[in-house]
């Protein structure tokens, strides 16, 4: 055998090789900027080693940043979480999703920043919510929703529920409905069925539900400066990165703070995953046969 | 089937949250288009009076001509580059097993995985030592790290699903790896690489983060040159902003309704789902 046909018994020849520029590229643009950023974080201005980090987790204005984001990116992916999925379950036997799912990629594609847009006009104190609650009795007068917790925590439900909902939903329509129908008919309610057959095949996908969502409120930027308060109650930690990059130039410590943003959210998606180890990982289509 | 009391009370509040989600949602864009074209609008349900001026004053004061010839030539070449990069990786990955394949896979994964934000700043300092920081180059480069990826995971499924024994076939009747790519491949994965491409499109509009950190005075796209708008309002009227939030909606809506009638909407969301 030439050195050519046994590398082609491997899997390696031409059609191989177009994988290579791809990652190339990937490597350049992404791998290397990571491991210049992580050499970069041991190089702080003050020539120690481990000054930037040194300076991060003393320095309260950066160390709150991770609690902060914290605070506002753990309950609105658990909300977003508990309100897509029973909608998700009653929204599979609808037989025009089309229109409703279009409806909600809307604030999705739009992006934050123009929701962040809408917000501020909307939700302002004399915006057509404010209105109709006084209308209504509910308020005697206009609520303050933006420039606060409340108004990044809004931004942070109008764009991630549509995103949590149409994850889930994908996970919930890939249940076969016999197995729910077997369950009914040995005579389980709802309830039961929920408990005992829909909600151990689908714990599995709200698991990866829960880590694709959380990561994006995780790393929450325009809405936390347009409809925030970026200097106190939302200063979350891409702010910190944002700030030390672009108005200090000091590039070390920017790259300090994006790593520490990447593994504190690690640390909560990788708790997420191994918990999801725990569970059941079988078919939740019906089996052939 | 017959639905019990609780049954019914739990689907109404159900569909009451859900369509007071929607009603909240649609009010918040009304208010942005409204706005745009109000004289006056302050303590009232509505304006005073309409007017067309605010989009001529958007167009003047934020340049909005570079600015959107700027977004379609950095979205363009996004496009083109994620096809030739993306879809013949996608080829030799579903069609090929070779050593390191994982490898590549988790490669192609992680920056799905892990948010702009994060490695945006490290390639945003490589960018401006290189002298690409703040250049259009730099931009297009930056927006290909989550658009290279995407390709190839949505392209992968549909390659796989495509009979290699139609691909044999040419070979035995003679055709060579030009004509059997022009003839057969491009035929058959054009569906394809147009859905994956329309979405890549959609979202490199939308992609805020990564433009914004490595983009200069003159590469800002349309969705950065709105944030910088909004940033700084107060010394611009409300309504010449919100002209351009929606010029900026128009034009991310136009390409939305395009891409819908090719894919399946969840498609916008995250990887494509099962194939078929």
């Not at chain 1, 209504?136 to 925590?153: D, E, N, R, W």
């Not at chain 2, 001026?53 to 030539?73: I, K």
């Not at chain 2, 055709?175 to 491949?185: D, E, K, M, P």
Request: aromatic share 10%.
């Amino acid at each position: 055998m030439t050195s050519r046909e046994r590398l082609a018994a491997r899997g390696v020849d031409g059609v191989t090789l177009l994988v290579l520029p791809a990652v190339a590229l990937l490597v350049l643009l992404f791998v290397y900027p990571f491991l210049y950023g992580l050499f970069l974080s041991f190089r702080p201005k003050d020539g120690s080693l481990l000054g930037n980090y040194a300076r991060f987790f003393d320095d309260p204005f950066f160390r709150d940043t991770i609690w902060v984001t914290m605070r506002l990116a753990l309950p609105v992916t658990l909300l977003n979480l508990l309100l897509a999925l029973p909608i998700a379950l009653r929204v599979r036997h609808l037989r025009r999703q089309r229109l409703l799912i279009t409806v909600l990629v809307l604030p999705i594609t739009l992006g934050t920043v123009l929701v962040s847009e809408g917000m501020l006009n909307y939700f302002g104190p004399q915006g057509w919510f404010s209105r109709t609650l006084m209308l209504l009795g509910v308020i005697s007068a206009p609520v303050k929703l933006v420039q606060s917790y409340t108004g990044v925590f809004l931004s942070l439900l109008i764009t991630g529920f549509p995103f949590t909902f149409l994850l889930t939903l994908s996970y919930v329509t890939g249940i076969d409905p016999a197995l729910e129908q077997a369950g009914a008919t040995l005579g389980a309610g709802p309830a039961r069925r929920f408990r005992h057959v829909l909600l151990p095949l689908l714990l599995p996908g709200l698991a990866i539900t829960f880590c694709l969502s959380f990561v994006q409120a995780y790393s929450v930027l325009p809405s936390a400066v347009l409809v925030g308060d970026p200097s106190r109650a939302t200063r979350v930690i891409s702010i910190a990165a944002y700030q030390a990059a672009i108005e200090e130039y000091d590039y070390a410590m920017a790259s300090t703070v994006a790593l520490i943003m990447g593994a504190t959210q690690l640390a909560v998606v990788g708790m997420a995953l191994g918990l999801r180890g725990l569970l059941y990982r079988g078919p939740a289509g019906g089996a052939k046969g | 089937m017959r639905r019990t009391l609780i049954d019914r009370l739990w689907s109404t509040a159900l569909w009451t949250l859900v369509g007071f989600f929607i009603v909240n949602l649609l009010a918040l864009i009304g208010t942005v288009v409204v706005s745009s074209f109000a004289t006056r609008w302050l303590r009232s349900w509505l304006p005073a009076d309409w007017t067309l001026r605010w989009y001529a004053a958007a167009w003047n004061e934020f340049q909005l001509g570079d600015v959107l010839l700027t977004t379609f030539q950095v979205v363009l070449a996004v496009v083109a580059l994620s096809a030739i990069f993306g879809v013949p990786a996608a080829y030799a990955l579903a069609r090929r097993d070779f050593p390191g394949k994982r490898l590549a896979m988790l490669l192609l994964l992680l920056p799905m995985l892990v948010p702009p934000v994060t490695y945006g700043i490290p390639l945003a300092t490589v960018l401006y030592q290189t002298g690409l920081g703040g250049s259009m180059a730099g931009v297009i480069l930056a927006n290909l790290v989550p658009s290279i990826p995407f390709v190839v995971l949505v392209m992968i499924p549909f390659i796989e699903q495509i009979d290699p024994r139609i691909e044999a076939a040419a070979r035995v009747f003679g055709a060579g790896t030009g004509r059997l790519f022009v003839h057969v491949l491009l035929p058959l994965l054009a569906p394809g690489v147009m859905a994956a491409l329309l979405l890549v499109l959609v979202r490199t509009i939308a992609m805020f983060e990564l433009t914004f950190l490595t983009a200069g005075p003159t590469s800002q796209t349309l969705v950065v040159a709105l944030y910088y708008a909004v940033f700084a309002s107060g010394v611009r009227a409300v309504q010449s902003i919100d002209a351009m939030a929606v010029i900026y909606m128009g034009v991310t809506l136009v390409w939305l309704l395009i891409a819908l009638r090719f894919v399946n909407p969840t498609q916008l969301v995250g990887r494509s789902k099962r194939s078929g």
